[in-house]
C-alpha cells in the first residue's frame, strides 16, 4: 500500500491472526519489502510463543497474546 513515498506492506499468519506491518521506500525491491515483513512474522511468532511458554499458557490466543484487539 503506498503511503506518499513510502510503502506500507502488512504479513498476517493464517493459523493465530497475528499481523505485523513494516514500511519502506516506495523505490525499494517488492522483495526485499515482503522478505522484512515475513522475518518480522516469524519473530513475533516465535516471541510470543515463547512467552506463552514463560507465563505457563499452551494458546497465546488469536492476537498472539492478552490485548484489545478484535479478530474478525
Do not use: F, W
Not at 7 to 22: H, I, P, R, Y
Not at 47 to 60: F, I, L, R, V, Y
Amino acid at each position: 500500500m503506498p503511503i506518499g513515498g513510502s510503502v506500507k506492506v502488512t504479513a498476517v499468519d493464517v493459523t493465530t491472526g497475528l499481523e505485523v506491518s513494516v514500511v519502506g521506500p516506495s523505490t525499494a525491491a517488492q522483495s526485499e519489502l515482503e522478505r522484512v515483513a515475513v522475518r518480522k512474522l516469524r519473530y513475533m511468532l516465535e516471541k510470543s510463543k515463547n512467552e506463552g511458554a514463560a507465563s505457563g499458557k499452551d494458546d497465546p490466543g488469536p492476537a498472539g497474546g492478552p490485548g484489545g484487539g478484535i479478530v474478525v
